[in-house]
């Protein structure tokens, strides 16, 4: 009884949709905006206008809706929207979806935090859904993204809301099992993925086939235009069918006529719903750039965390080695409150767990850029910190984006260095709202001296602390715009002992000399910047651990008080941590000292001449050396250098040594194959001997190989020339 009922539901509910089907496209066809048209500039819909068709000819207008269950989309779809709790549309939805769902490709740019998601998603579903797209048909939609945290969530967006479909979906990024996604991938409709991966699939995955694919999506897709994914976004395009729908959308977008042929776009709808807004950024979020000499940016970040333990903060560093030296130490400083860290180089289930766990409790994440695009912190992230200078202004967005998302208020701090001010005027060129705040650093709080004891307690947070170090200048040397980021003028030594290392690292790209010419904190030219007196050395806090009060540091960075010039140097002289001293004592370290030999101090921490240890100040009091016992060392150092040539030339033997063998090998094969090669052929008797000869030749010890070739050619001849005397004489007593 059972069974021709559920067949008869079956059918019931096939015919259903395809009514729908048929109904949907109708309705779209019939209400689809100009090609070119803004449909965020039509007046909204009455909200209790007719939904749908009306009469025999005539459906509802869809083009200036505001919400969801105005749009010609699927009953499946409406009720996956409204139980994820989505009503109205946001702008970046009511300018493009009218678009897109009528099959056209789409170049939408909208501020961070915007609602892009949802731009896409619905019309991939919907796409698929409107084709009757099943399991058997394949991958129907691509959805690209450039990070595998923003692929995972966008993942969940597209769960959450197409769960009433029947599309299968998978989620292809690095860090998960290769070889199970390849056994699920070719049943998958839906691949939200990274493009590396992806292309892993095209090549290696046995009859892995995107033929069939109807929508292609670049989340933040100027990101993967750009040089990063150039060769993979090309190899994966070449193997995608030109006739399909593509979806392109970013808070920064790519106009470039060369993408978008690399994309084969058709005729694209460029909907960027903020163009006529002043701000490029979200009007709820409140922006700040202070100016921060590098030596004094881990005060002002400590100070400022300690300024906010009930928030959820996102500091961003420029490097992994950065982001892994600060997490460990500031952890160790236990500054009350919880503090995580993200970066490319951890395992993929580590990097989904710590932003899970940054989603659910207030705390502190540091973080390279990995986490600067995208991703939607659903609890809101309270500030964005930007301790390092972002590239450009596009990942400044992308950066401070991550708060102020949909309707939520958000705030944001860029530290920037002295030399660094061409960035605030590349943002406001660009119209971002920012503020630019004078550092009053009374409040602040020097941890570079407890930094200085952590290294010296903790042995593995030094070369940690080196790393640091070494990446960050590197990674300035390495920036293309040096307008802003200019090596040169680093204060490389104060850095570095802001960073606790009791000696600057070694930099062998840089050439001393440029960067010591710079003093730190020179003058600048842009009009606002403070003068070199407002850079106080902050006092350092006796009792870190102590909570202070949750006023906002940066309220307090805006206050008008002004520090007398003079006093601020009595401030910065009285409260000079004790790294300052063992950095001047650095300073007279000899760089350019012979390899290999020691640098040696003095009780005063001075450095003194190579051999001093050696001197008896006992018996030598105007601090002279004992020749005697300098004679002995060098007898010794002499005896040392000679036992080490021995050693070396036994070395280098024993290397040429296995050269030859390995030289020996490789010809010993080639013969083989070539003697193959000629069984195989049909050579005349004479022709395999005399190659058979040819080939011994190779195969003498090579330790005097000239003679022994000139010896072994002479043997050879000698043997032809008996064999010739032997055959003569037969001859000759033959003809007789
Ligand atoms: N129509 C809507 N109604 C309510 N909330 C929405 C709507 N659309 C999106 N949101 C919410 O707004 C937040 C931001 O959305 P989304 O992540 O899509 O932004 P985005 O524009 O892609 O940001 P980014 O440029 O940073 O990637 C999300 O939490 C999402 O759930």
Redesign the pocket.
Known sequence: MKKPKSKQVRIQSRNTEVQEIQLLEKWIEFGKPESGSNPLSLPPLPAKSPIGRIDENTYSQYAGCTK?QQLPISKNLKDGLRQ???????N??RASLPHSLSGRDILGA??????????FIIPVLEKLYKARWGLEDGVGSIIMSPTRE?AD?LFG?LKSVGKHHGFSAGLLIGGHEYDEEKDHVNRMNILICTPGRLLKHMDTTPNFDCSQLQVLVL??ADRILDAGFKKEVNAIVSQLPKHRQTLL???TQTKSVKDLARLSLKDPEYIAVDEESIAATPNRLQQKVILVPLDQKLDMLWSFIKAHLNSRILVFLSTCKQVRFVHEAFKKLRPGIPLKCLHGRMKQVKRMFILQQFVEQRSVLFSTDVSS????F?KGVDWVVQVDCPDDVATYI?RV??TA???SIGRSVLFLLPSEMKMLERLQEKKIPVEFDKPNTKRLQSVSGLLAALLAKYKDLQPLAQRAFKTYVKSIYKQKDKEIFDVTKLPIDDFSASLGLPMTPQLRYLNRKDIDKNTPGEPVSVPQIPAKKDFIRPKPSNDLLEESDDEEILDLLRSKETTDGDDAKAIAADNLPTTRVLKKKKLKINVHRPVGTRVVFDEEGNTLPPLARLADIGTTDSGLLDKQKVMERFAELREEMKTRDQEDKLLDRKRRKEKRIKEKEKYKRARNEEEEDDDEDDFSGSDKDSKKVKGSKVYFDSDSDGDMKDKAAIKTDEISLAEQEELALKLLSSMH
């Open positions: 969801f994820a709790g989505y009503k109205n549309m946001t970046i939805q909208a501020k961070t935090g915007s609602g892009k998601t949802l731009a923003l969530q967006v989340d933040e959308f970013s808070a695009r995208g991703l939607d659903n992308h984006g991550r998302r949909y309707d």
